[in-house]
């Protein structure tokens, strides 16, 4: 069954989140996964959290390809970019 996984992500590093950007598609792509939804401006409408300066929800086969893209080792590089960018959450649903 289709599984999502929501990606906010509070940007501090752009040359960082640029470098991830570049990569970021071919790294989904690997486990099957692809954007379905990208915003540059987040609101958040209910709740006192801060909104981040970019969410993201992205499809997956299943959880289970959501999870091997999460831990693929050879993807350490790719998720290296996304941490090093400002701080992520990404939450699987």
């Given at each position: ?11 501090t590093n ?13 790294a989904?792509?690997k486990?099957g996964?692809a ?12 709740g006192?959290?801060?909104a ?5 929800i ?11 893209w999460i ?6 590089e ?16």
């Amino acid at each position: 069954m289709t599984a999502y996984a929501f990606v906010n992500l509070t940007i501090t590093n752009t040359d960082s989140f640029a470098a991830y950007r570049e990569k970021a598609g071919g790294a989904l792509k690997k486990h099957g996964g692809a954007p379905l939804e990208v915003s540059k401006a987040p609101e958040v409408i209910e709740g006192s959290a801060a909104a981040p300066s970019v969410a993201v929800i992205v499809t997956f086969p299943d959880r289970e390809a959501a999870k091997a893209w999460i831990n693929d080792p050879e993807l350490a590089e790719v998720h290296a970019l996304r941490e090093g960018s400002g701080t992520s959450n990404i939450i699987l649903m």
